[in-house]
């Protein structure tokens, strides 16, 4: 088994998870919606993720949670949640205070489910990925990663920092053997 350590800076990881966020189709009460100014940081040991909502609603949002994982539930813990919506129109401003109960409660929803799913992706998705690895004397790389266990999940200062526990299975062949 392998330790792999993930330091993921916030200014890489916020342009990531809001390419990926504008992907979706976001519509909300028939306004459609795109995530614009998308900000991950760290303040006093809490992530926090702010953004615009880019839509008639001209809002945007301010969350922040002290991040842990549970490794023994496979899930994702968040303490001391805190949300922060509201808009320049009048009217989407007193929607959004009716919402915020609802969002924060739809958080908590998604975070008691375990992330066996998202592991199982994560592992098909590294392997195709190391499996595209340019190697010299036409070699070529086959990976099976087995399991990964998250151990620790930090909010530091400069990065989110993820510690993981890998099995893996790597193989290295020559990609068109030659018959002598």
Known sequence: MAIVNLK??????????????NKQDINVKGYDIKISKFV??????KLRITGELVSKWNAYFDFSAIPSFISDENKLDLQ?????????????????KLAKG???KRLEKIIEQPL?????IAKTQL????????????????SNTKSIEVL???????????????????N???????ST
Request: aromatic content about 8%; cysteine-free; hydrophobic content about 45%.
């Open 116 to 120: 066996n799913e998202q592991i199982e």
């Open 127 to 142: 392997d195709a990925e190391l499996s595209k690895a340019p190697l010299p004397y036409n070699l070529k790389l086959y």
């Open 8 to 21: 993921l800076t916030y200014p890489q990881l916020s342009e990531l998870l809001q390419i990926e966020a």
């Open 152 to 170: 620790e999940l930090q909010a530091l200062q400069e990065y989110l920092f993820i510690q993981l526990k890998m099995e893996q299975e790597i």
């Open 172 to 178: 290295i062949n020559f990609a068109n053997p030659t």
């Open 40 to 45: 991950i940081g760290e303040e006093n040991g």
């Open 80 to 96: 001391d949640i805190k949300l922060d919506l509201d808009a320049s129109n009048l009217i989407f401003k007193g929607i959004l």
């Open 102 to 104: 609802n969002v924060i």
